[in-house]
Structure formats: structure tokens, C-alpha cells
């Protein structure tokens, strides 16, 4: 049994502590806006915060992330509103399948906090994740605009 805060709430995982924390966010707490893409902590479909940091979350056990605050997609906005990296994927179309695009918010999310301007090379540096339908010019310009928001 583990203790994950996720989103701001306690909740125990009846789970090996080796399990991914991927699973445990689909599987037992139901929470399935993290992905599975890879498997290997490559692709980031399955980026979440712990403690701030955009992580892959299955390459991190949960008892790695016992006792750390993590953020979902489901828990990125405010209040129930939208954090401003989603309104900006919205206003500037970025999702065609969409499978990816939880894991690519959760990256820009932590990357507009630590660096709320960030030029094109600093994109370029933080963000690889993967999206296979090549979306990454619009991405790019929605990171520009909620940059700017």
C-alpha cells in the first residue's frame, strides 16, 4: 500500500512499490489523461509533475513518488478553469489525434514555470516529447502565446 498525493488529494494505491507510477494513476486511481506510449520514458506521453518537475511517469516507481506532490493534466488548471498552456493549445488548434498532447502540455507547463520566455532554442532544450502526427510548429506557437498571456 502507497500514499500518492495526486492533484492535491491523498490516495492510497494497493500496489508493489516497483509499479510505475503510470499505472497507478490509470489503473487504480482512474485518472487515464496520463498516457502510455512507450514504456521506456522516451516518448513523454505519460509526463506528470512530481514536485514541480515534469517527469515521465513510467520511469518512476511509486515509491519514488510517495510523499512527493503530483500533478496530472486532470489537475493542471485552477478553480476548474483552464491552465493557460491549454487555452492555448485550444486557440491555436495544436491537437490532431491528441494522444500525445497531455504529456506535451504537462512538459510546457514546467517549462513556462521555470522559464516564463523562452526562446526558440530553449524549447528546442526542454521540450522532447513526441508526437507523431508532427504537430510541433503548432506547438511552438501556442508555447509562444501563453508565454505571452
Excluded at 66 to 93: R, S, Y
Excluded at 112 to 134: W, Y
Amino acid at each position: 500500500m502507497a500514499n500518492l498525493n495526486i492533484n492535491g488529494k491523498t490516495i492510497n494505491v494497493d500496489v508493489e512499490d516497483d509499479t510505475p507510477l503510470l499505472w497507478a494513476i490509470r489503473e487504480n486511481v482512474g485518472l487515464t489523461g496520463t498516457k502510455y506510449g512507450c514504456g521506456i520514458a522516451q516518448c513523454g506521453a505519460c509526463t506528470v509533475h512530481i514536485d514541480g518537475v515534469a517527469m515521465r511517469s513510467c520511469g518512476v516507481t511509486v515509491s519514488e513518488a510517495a510523499g512527493k506532490a503530483i500533478t496530472t493534466i486532470e489537475g493542471l488548471g485552477v478553480n476548474n478553469a483552464l491552465h493557460k498552456v491549454q487555452l492555448a493549445w485550444i486557440a491555436n488548434d495544436v491537437p490532431q489525434c491528441g494522444y500525445c498532447q497531455s504529456g506535451m502540455i504537462m512538459a510546457v507547463a514546467a517549462l513556462l514555470k521555470e522559464n516564463p520566455k523562452p526562446t526558440d532554442q530553449d524549447i528546442d532544450d526542454a521540450i522532447t516529447n513526441i508526437c507523431r502526427c508532427g504537430t510541433f510548429q503548432q506547438v511552438r506557437e501556442a508555447i509562444h502565446a501563453a508565454a505571452s498571456a
